[in-house]
């Protein structure tokens, strides 16, 4: 009998170890990676490179048939205005808004915050991880009044 209670007590400290190692979460329940770059399928962070115009002319289409109901450059409408985004935030974590807002909104204290902020709710728009690249290089232009 003393010897199964040793097991499950050596089990048990091996999966807490092996836990502690591996987290580096925090009280919030986000890694270090979530908090900076926001929550969602990007989880490394990108090679954006320079600005590519073509780009972004393909994202301004997405962006008009996608985001323009809730918002716009220069002004707030349903959502936040566009125009600094890309200065503001970290490209990764624009993308992870884009493709996954409502866990942002729910566990990101920046979502948390916009949420409060706006009384209508951002969805996904179900866009696949290419078309919201492009969109981000949009904001980038954007952000640096190319377009
Ligand atoms: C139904 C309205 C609606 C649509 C459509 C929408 N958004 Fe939003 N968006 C919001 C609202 C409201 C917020 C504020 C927080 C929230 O509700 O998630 C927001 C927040 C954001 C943020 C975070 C802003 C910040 O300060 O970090 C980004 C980035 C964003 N939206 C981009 C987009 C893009 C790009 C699209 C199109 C693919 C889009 N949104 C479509 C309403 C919308």
């Given at each position: 009998m003393q010897k199964i209670v040793w097991c499950?007590?050596?089990?048990?400290?091996?999966?807490?170890?092996?836990?502690c190692g591996e987290q580096e979460e925090?009280?919030?329940?986000?890694?270090?990676?979530?908090?900076?770059?926001?929550?969602?399928?990007?989880?490394?962070?990108?090679d954006i490179g320079d600005l590519?115009?073509?780009?972004?002319?393909?994202?301004k289409r997405i962006f008009e048939t996608f985001c323009q109901a809730c918002h716009q450059l220069d002004s707030r409408i349903t959502g936040p205005r566009m125009r600094n985004v890309a200065n503001e935030?970290?490209?990764?974590?624009?993308?992870?808004?884009i493709l996954n807002p409502t866990e942002?909104?729910?566990?990101?204290?920046?979502?948390q915050e916009l949420d409060e902020e706006y009384a209508?709710?951002?969805?996904?728009?179900?866009?696949?991880?290419?078309?919201?690249?492009?969109?981000?290089?949009?904001?980038?232009?954007a952000a640096e009044n190319e377009i």
């Open positions: 499950f007590t050596i089990l048990f400290m091996m999966v807490w170890f092996s836990a925090g009280a919030d329940g986000l890694s270090e990676f979530e908090r900076n770059y926001g929550i969602g399928p990007i989880t490394e962070r990108l590519d115009m073509e780009m972004a002319q393909e994202g935030r970290e490209p990764e974590f624009i993308m992870n808004y942002n909104r729910e566990k990101h204290p920046i979502g209508i709710q951002m969805v996904s728009m179900g866009l696949s991880q290419e078309d919201a690249r492009k969109v981000l290089e949009f904001l980038r232009a």
